[in-house]
């Protein structure tokens, strides 16, 4: 039996990685300096984007204009001001802090303030925070918002977080989330969030329902996890799925790249196909390589290679793992191994373990087995488990047991199913029968087929034909040629014994044996072909006996030949059957030898008679042998005669 795993191929971790994803909070003109970036789902490392920030402008003022319009509105309002106008001064220096003009709007704003305009106020606070003076920023935030000004409320919360006075800036923060101010909201659920908070979801949901794409996201995301941990663990928690998707949908349709990605997997594990492509075309041509990766694997699948290659290759120079395996994959096939080595490397530099494991895989095909040993240890040592089995396997073929068993024992202990049954394998050879059940039957209940054929022989040989009749039923569903003969003939075994089929009677129908002896012989089994012969027989129908016969015959079988030879010579074609009995008999079989003496006696020819029963005589088994002995020393009388 040979080990599993030496013939595995690219291991392609699914459409996309997904590591944990990292947002900053949107920004608004009015703060233009973001949140530090902080993890929500545990990862280590943040992902390279700038996110765009929700606009959210404190002036309730102008609406956007197009140039000339903005220009005459400036004009108008700087007369107005000029007269002494309170709002014309808060307007005109909201348009000149929205131009980047703080020098020409700071005077503008204090005079405003000093009138007692609280959008004045807080721009007043947002020109002094670009300036770098943060602390006094704060205090005419404080003024502003103690006025009510929402837009106040949430920079003071946020200013108050960056010095880590976390009480104060939950005080402004809900302040300014409850006064309807989306940005409050969502900065109250990332402040909530972090400190484990479940409110926090529900004012995350509140930012999402007024239309705040990263708080859509960000939902979706803990609703997902939440639907995750439900099919892991069964307990409903209440989240419905299409809940999720709506989410991602909104934050996608609001342009956030990461939503369109997870939006794009929904449906593509959903099978529509055509709308998750679109998602990723849409995440990607924003940048997010993950799903330039995903669409290249959709490509792929959908016979497009080289568009396919395309993303990947896109998706690999922005630093995709996954990407540069599959541009690996690929050229491996094409047989440019040079050019799969260096995408390979590509992946690993992009610390994508599977990168290594392929690098072993690619040379250990080119026999390459020292390196081959380097890469698959690398990667073991890193924890991939399909690696370590593969090692194991490699310090096996060079007689290495000692070093190959605990590589196996890492792999299987990591969930690897091959290494499983690998174990099974070594300790089998050792004669620790017990040991091998057991990980036979570990490898089995993740359905792996042939340990389910050795669990099943194994009930067998203890008597457990119920245990054994389960496993032999997982093997030959999973495809083992074997493992359908032996449940074959333990089904058979319990049939109860029909009566010879008699010229002129219906056929009768296949019992359930008979069907599995078939899927045997059709797969190749040369016994279980043998046996579907003799049921065919059995039941009248000597063409199919002698197709089943003759397959198992060419294909090397002693009995198969001896029964073609048999039925052959009932309907009259002696001198056919004989050469399938020389056929068997020359392959050791001691009933062939013995019809051949008898057809070689029959004919006169004494002396090939003699060699055939001679033959027989060494071939046997006992009843043959005795019954070749009498023919033998019967022809040799009949020779000294």
Not at 49 to 60: G, S
Not at 230 to 245: I, K, R, W
Not at 319 to 330: P, V
Request: glycine share 10%; with cysteine; hydrophobic share 40%.
């Amino acid at each position: 039996m040979d080990v599993m795993g030496d013939k595995a191929t690219l291991l392609e971790t699914g459409r996309f990685v997904q590591p944990a994803d990292f947002v900053q909070s949107a920004g608004e003109l009015v703060q233009p300096e973001h949140d530090a970036s902080r993890p929500t789902d545990g990862a280590s490392q943040p992902v390279a984007e700038l996110v765009r920030p929700e606009a959210d402008f404190a002036v309730d003022r102008p609406a956007d204009q197009d140039e000339t319009g903005e220009a005459a509105e400036e004009a108008r309002q700087l007369l107005a001001a000029e007269t002494g106008d309170v709002e014309a001064m808060s307007v005109l220096g909201a348009m000149l802090l929205r131009r980047g003009d703080l020098d020409g709007a700071e005077p503008h704003l204090r005079a405003a303030t000093a009138a007692g305009d609280r959008a004045a106020a807080n721009n007043l606070g947002v020109l002094l925070h670009q300036r770098g003076y943060a602390d006094e920023a704060a205090g005419w935030w404080r003024i502003a918002a103690v006025a009510g000004s929402a837009a106040a409320a949430h920079a003071l919360g946020r200013h108050h977080r960056e010095r880590g006075d976390e009480p104060a800036a939950e005080y402004w923060l809900r302040q300014s989330a409850e006064q309807g101010h989306t940005l409050g909201a969502y900065a109250l659920a990332d402040l909530l969030e972090h400190r484990s908070d479940q409110r926090a979801e529900q004012w995350m949901r509140v930012a999402a329902e007024r239309g705040h794409r990263e708080a859509a996201y960000r939902l979706a995301r803990a609703l997902d996890r939440q639907v995750t941990r439900t099919g892991e663990d069964g307990a409903d928690n209440g989240v419905e799925p299409d809940e999720v998707e709506q989410w991602y949908r909104q934050a996608a349709a609001r342009g956030h790249r990461r939503a369109a990605l997870h939006l794009g997997a929904i449906l593509e594990k959903r099978g529509e196909l055509k709308e998750a492509g679109r998602w990723y075309l849409t995440s990607a041509k924003d940048g997010e390589a993950r799903a330039a990766c995903a669409l290249g694997f959709l490509l792929r699948d959908a016979g497009d290679t080289e568009s396919a290659a395309v993303w990947w290759l896109r998706a690999a120079q922005d630093g995709d793992g996954n990407a540069a395996n599959a541009l690996g994959a690929l050229h491996a096939e094409r047989g440019e191994t040079q050019t799969a080595e260096r995408w390979y490397r590509a992946a690993m530099d992009a610390g994508d373990v599977n990168g290594a494991y392929n690098l072993g895989l690619l040379c250990a095909e080119q026999t390459r087995t020292a390196q081959a040993e380097q890469w698959y240890r690398r990667a073991a040592y890193a924890g991939h488990r399909e690696a370590a089995n593969a090692l194991a396997i490699l310090l096996l073929q060079v007689g290495d047991t000692t070093g190959a068993e605990p590589w196996f024992s890492k792999a299987a202990e990591a969930g690897s199913v091959d290494a499983a049954f690998n174990l099974g394998i070594l300790y089998a050879g050792r004669g620790e029968e017990r040991a091998a059940l057991r990980w036979y039957e570990r490898a089995a209940a993740a359905g792996h087929t042939e340990a389910a054929l050795q669990v099943g022989i194994a009930r067998l040989r203890d008597g457990d034909e119920p245990a054994a009749e389960r496993h032999l039923r997982c093997a030959a569903g999973g495809g083992s040629a074997e493992g359908a003969y032996r449940l074959a003939t333990v089904l058979d075994a319990r049939r109860p014994p029909e009566p010879a089929h008699e010229l002129g009677e219906p056929v009768r129908e296949k019992a359930e044996c008979e069907e599995w002896y078939e899927r045997a012989a059709s797969q190749g089994h040369r016994r279980a072909q043998v046996r579907v012969g003799m049921l065919a027989a059995a039941r009248g129908d000597v063409v199919e006996a002698a197709r089943w016969y003759r397959t198992a015959a060419e294909a090397g079988s002693r009995n198969g030949a001896f029964n073609l030879g048999l039925l052959l010579a009932r309907e009259g074609s002696e001198p056919e059957a004989a050469v399938w009995w020389t056929r068997a008999a020359d392959a050791g079989h001691g009933r062939s030898a013995l019809r051949l003496a008898l057809v070689y006696a029959r004919r006169g020819e004494l002396a090939e008679g003699q060699r055939w029963a001679d033959r027989a005589v060494s071939l046997g088994p006992a009843e043959v042998a005795e019954r070749a002995a009498r023919l033998r020393d019967a022809l040799r009388e009949e020779l000294s005669a």
